[in-house]
C-alpha cells in the first residue's frame, strides 16, 4: 500500500513537472515574441521619430540640408575627387571676389556665409551657457505650487515639483542669426516665464560673455528678442556731412523734409530726422563738447536748398551768442537776449494763429511750400532760458514754446531744442518733444531723463561715450522701439560760413525779418 502510494505521488510529481515545464515554454515563446514586438515597435518608433526630426531638419534649416544632400549626391555618384576639385575651385574664387571687391561679396555671399557659420559655430553651441550663466534661464524644479499648510487656510509657498531630482532647466531657443558688417543679430524664442525686459537688464553680462563692447536688445513678437552683438565700431571715425548743393541749379521744393540727413547709424545707415511732420520736435542733450552743434547744423546743410528757395524759414535763440551767430544771415529772426526771445517768439505764435484763421476746417495739415514755408527753431541751451533767468521771463518763454510744441506740427511749425542739464526743472517742456538725442552726459541719470524709464538698460550707455567721439549719443522717438546709437555728421566752420553765402546768394541778400511780423519778407534766391 505504500509502495503504491509512494508510485503514485511520483507520477503526480512528473505530470507537475512535465506541465511546468510546458508552461514554461509557452511563457518564454510568449515572452520571445512580446520582445520581438516591442523591438520592432521600438525600431518602428525610433524610425518615425527619426523620420520626422529629418523632416523638421530639411524645413527648418533647408539651406543646410540641401547643401549636405547635393554633397553626397555627389561623392556617391561622381566620386571624391571631383567633389574636392570644384570645392577647392569655389573657395578660390570665393577668395578672389572678397580681395577685388569686398563690398560686392559681402553683400551677395559673405554675409550669408558668416551668418551660416557664426549660428552652427557659435551661438548654437555656446550661447544656452551664457543665458544661463546672465539668469536667463527656466528651471521646473522652482516653480511655485499651491500646498495646505494648517487647517484654516491656504498659503502659497514654493517647493520642488521633482522631489529633489534633477529639474530641467529650459534656455531661450535660437531661431536664426543673421551676421551683417558689424553686427550679429540672433532671434531667440523666450520660455514660459520670461518676459523681454529681462534680456534688457542682463544686455551688459550677455555683452562681456560674448567679448563685444555692445549688446542690444529689441523685441521682435511677444515671445521673440533679437540680440544683437555689435562685432566693430562703425562709428568710431567722424561722419562727414553732405556737401553744399551747386549755386546754378537751386530746386529746394526736391528736398525731403521729412528724412534730413543728420549722420550714421550704428548700423551703417544713413541716419535721417524729420524736420516737418510727426517726431520732427527734437530736443537733444549732451554736456559741453559732446557734439550737439553738428545734430544742429548737419540738417541744416542738408536742407540748403529748401533755406535758401524759401520752402524753410529759419529762427535761431542763441543765449550764448556764439553757435548761432557763426551763421547768423541764415536765420529770419534771431535773439539772444530774453527779451528778444519773447520777441522772436511771439513772432510765430502770430504767423501760427494767421496759419490757423487760414486753414482752419480745410486741411488737416498746411502743405509746406514757399508761400507758407516750415518755421523751424533752433533753441540753442534753451536750459539758460527756462532755468536760469527771471521768473516773469522764463515762464512767458515756457509757455510760447509749449505752445508751439503742442500746436506747431501741423500747422508748419518745428522746435529743436539744445540742453547741457536735461532735467525736469532745467526743461520743464522737456515732456513735449516727442524724439529725443542723448550725446555723451555726465551722469546715469540724464540717460532715463532724455530717453525715458530703462533706457541705460535697453543699450543707451551715453555717460560711456568717450570725449574723442563727439557727435556720437542715442536717439529715441517716434518710430524708435529701442534707443538707436547715431553718430551727426561733422560740420567744419568753413562748411557754416559757406552754408551762409549760398542761402544769402553770397552776402548780397541777407534775411531779415522784423521780430513781430511772421508774414515778413522771404529770402530771394
Request: glycine content about 10%; proline content about 4%.
Amino acid at each position: 500500500m505504500a509502495t503504491g502510494g509512494l508510485i503514485l505521488g511520483l507520477l503526480a510529481l512528473g505530470l507537475g513537472v512535465w506541465v511546468l515545464h510546458k508552461v514554461g515554454k509557452a511563457l518564454a515563446w510568449l515572452l520571445e515574441a512580446l520582445a520581438a514586438i516591442a523591438v520592432v515597435f521600438l525600431a518602428l518608433w525610433g524610425a518615425v521619430k527619426f523620420l520626422l526630426w529629418l523632416g523638421k531638419q530639411l524645413v527648418t534649416h533647408w539651406r543646410t540640408s540641401l547643401v549636405l544632400v547635393a554633397l553626397g549626391a555627389w561623392w556617391f555618384c561622381l566620386g571624391w575627387l571631383s567633389l574636392a576639385i570644384v570645392v577647392w575651385s569655389l573657395l578660390v574664387l570665393l577668395v578672389a571676389w572678397r580681395l577685388i571687391d569686398v563690398m560686392s561679396f559681402d553683400q551677395w555671399c559673405g554675409r550669408f556665409l558668416r551668418s551660416w557659420w557664426l549660428r552652427w559655430a557659435l551661438y548654437a553651441r555656446k550661447l544656452p551657457g551664457w543665458l544661463h550663466a546672465c539668469g536667463l534661464s527656466i528651471s521646473d524644479g522652482t516653480l511655485p505650487v499651491e500646498v495646505t499648510v494648517n487647517l484654516v487656510g491656504r498659503r502659497r509657498k514654493a517647493v520642488s515639483r521633482t522631489g529633489g531630482g534633477g529639474a530641467a532647466l529650459r534656455v531661450p531657443k535660437v531661431l536664426g542669426v543673421r551676421s551683417g558688417a558689424s553686427w550679429d543679430e540672433v532671434r531667440v524664442e523666450l520660455v514660459p516665464g520670461q518676459k523681454p525686459e529681462d534680456f534688457d537688464e542682463a544686455a551688459r553680462a550677455l555683452a562681456s560673455a560674448r567679448k563685444v563692447t555692445r549688446c542690444q536688445v529689441r523685441e521682435l513678437e511677444p515671445n521673440v528678442v533679437s540680440l544683437d552683438f555689435m562685432r566693430r565700431d562703425l562709428l568710431s571715425a567722424p561722419v562727414a556731412c553732405p556737401t553744399l548743393p551747386d549755386l546754378v541749379a537751386v530746386d529746394g521744393t526736391g528736398v525731403d523734409l521729412r528724412h534730413a540727413f543728420a549722420g550714421r547709424t550704428e548700423y551703417g545707415k544713413e541716419w535721417t530726422v524729420p524736420l516737418v511732420g510727426p517726431g520732427a520736435h527734437c530736443l537733444t542733450a549732451g554736456a559741453t563738447g559732446a557734439g550737439k552743434g553738428s545734430v544742429m547744423w548737419c540738417p541744416l546743410v542738408a536742407s540748403a536748398s529748401a533755406i535758401r528757395s524759401g520752402v524753410i524759414r529759419l529762427s535761431g535763440i542763441d543765449p550764448k551768442g556764439m553757435e548761432l551767430a557763426y551763421g547768423r544771415g541764415i536765420f529770419a529772426r534771431y535773439a539772444v537776449s530774453g527779451k528778444d526771445t519773447l520777441g522772436v517768439l511771439d513772432a510765430l505764435l502770430e504767423e501760427l494763429e494767421r496759419r490757423k484763421a487760414e486753414f482752419a476746417g480745410k486741411v488737416r495739415s498746411v502743405p509746406i511750400s514757399t508761400e507758407w514755408p516750415l518755421e523751424l527753431l533752433e533753441f540753442d541751451e534753451i536750459g539758460a532760458l527756462t532755468r536760469y533767468t527771471d521768473r516773469q521771463t522764463r515762464e512767458k518763454i515756457v509757455e510760447r514754446v509749449a505752445i508751439l510744441n503742442t500746436q506747431g506740427r501741423a500747422l508748419g511749425f518745428t522746435v529743436r531744442g539744445y540742453v547741457q542739464e536735461p532735467t525736469k526743472d532745467t526743461v520743464p517742456v522737456r515732456e513735449l518733444f516727442p524724439r529725443r538725442v542723448c550725446l555723451r552726459v555726465t551722469s546715469k541719470t540724464h540717460v532715463g531723463m532724455v530717453l525715458g524709464d530703462n533706457a541705460y538698460e535697453r543699450g543707451a550707455w551715453a555717460n560711456r561715450i568717450p570725449e574723442s567721439a563727439a557727435g556720437t549719443g542715442y536717439v529715441w522717438g517716434e518710430g524708435i522701439r529701442e534707443p538707436l546709437r547715431v553718430r551727426a555728421g561733422w560740420v567744419p566752420d568753413e562748411t557754416v560760413k559757406a552754408l551762409e553765402r549760398y542761402v544769402t546768394n553770397g552776402g548780397a541778400h541777407v534775411i531779415d525779418l522784423s521780430a513781430r511780423r511772421g508774414d515778413g519778407e522771404k529770402g530771394a534766391a
